[in-house]
């Protein structure tokens, strides 16, 4: 049974797996047509489908909104009672049925053609009535559903999703959307806070372990184990000069042994360490201290001033 059951879970995915990449092969002119309409678009790209296909509007529209195109989802039964009001002349329907022949999608259309609102139909049939009437009409067809009795929409809707991916991603491209934009959409989410947080909001800036230049190895290990931090700063009029790590001592130590306590914190300095300013953000220090291969980075101002210390747990928002 066990084995029955990984079979027929390997089938459905191997089916879906399919789908997506034929469509590939489906992709025409029509698609570059709809996604210049998105790309032009002045108003809103408002999704509408019913069913299953409502179902993978709704997670369209929010992919869309999301990556810097302004959408929503509509239920064309709801615009025949009065939410007909939200759409404009500015918009771009993006109507979608996989038969291309839902009655109650279809008796939106006649409004939407009458408004000069134009109209990117998604089916899979490009003879249907939607397609027809499309401004733009994207094609998704499928061989066969990955449910056994080819009745439940499974390749279908994946397919669909996909396509929807599709638009979304080339629109991203078309618009150059960065990671800051992204995080701009999702404030709250945990990208979001790593994206928008700065070294400002996270340094540590109070007892920080600052050494001269001239101090003792042996007296400097104490600061660096009281900064518990792993580092000592050494610093200049207000200037970053260099620092040193608890692996610099632990480097020196083997190196020099007995005449360890003889050498000065400039003997063993990296005087130009890695540094941030306040408003790096924390995407960026995380990549610079993996790239690095350090736990901590000093933070400067324009003049070379530290003003503190950011290490990598307080980048762990």
């Not at 404030?187 to 996270?202: F, I, S």
């Not at 970053?240 to 020196?252: E, Q």
């Amino acid at each position: 049974m066990e084995k029955s059951i990984l079979e027929y879970a390997a089938q459905c995915l191997n089916d879906e797996a399919k789908a997506v990449s034929d469509l590939v092969g489906q992709l025409d002119e029509n698609f570059v047509k709809a996604v210049e309409l998105m790309f032009h678009c002045k108003g809103k790209v408002i999704v509408t489908g019913v069913g299953k296909s409502g179902h993978i509007g709704e997670k369209i529209a929010a992919t869309l909104s999301s990556t810097g195109t302004p959408s929503f989802f509509i239920n064309p039964l709801d615009a025949y009672h009065g939410d007909m009001g939200v759409i404009t002349k500015e918009d771009v329907v993006l109507a979608m049925s996989n038969s291309g022949m839902t009655d109650e999608l279809l008796r939106f259309i006649p409004m939407l053609l009458h408004m000069n609102v134009p109209i990117i139909g998604m089916t899979s049939d490009p003879g249907s009535l939607l397609a027809k009437y499309s401004t733009a009409h994207i094609l998704v067809s499928v061989e066969k559903e990955a449910c056994p009795l080819n009745l439940a929409p499974t390749s279908s809707t994946t397919a669909q999703l996909a396509m929807g991916d599709a638009i979304a991603v080339t629109l991203m491209r078309l618009r150059d959307f960065k990671q800051r934009d992204f995080a701009q959409f999702h404030p709250g989410g945990h990208l979001g806070k790593r994206l928008l947080t700065t070294a400002n909001d996270v340094m540590r800036t109070e007892d920080l372990p600052i050494i001269p230049r001239d101090m003792h190895l042996a007296e400097a290990i104490i600061h660096v184990s009281k900064g518990k931090l792993g580092l000592g700063l050494c610093v200049e009029n207000g200037q970053l000069a260099g620092l040193i790590t608890d692996g610099d001592i632990r480097r020196a130590m083997e190196r020099w042994q007995e005449k360890f306590f003889n050498r000065i914190v400039e003997d063993i300095m990296t005087t130009k360490p890695k540094v941030v300013t306040p408003d790096t953000r924390i995407s960026t220090i995380l990549k610079l201290m993996h790239e690095n291969k350090v736990h901590m980075v000093p933070v400067v101002d324009e003049n070379n001033k530290l003003v503190g210390v950011v290490d990598h747990y307080s980048c762990m928002l």
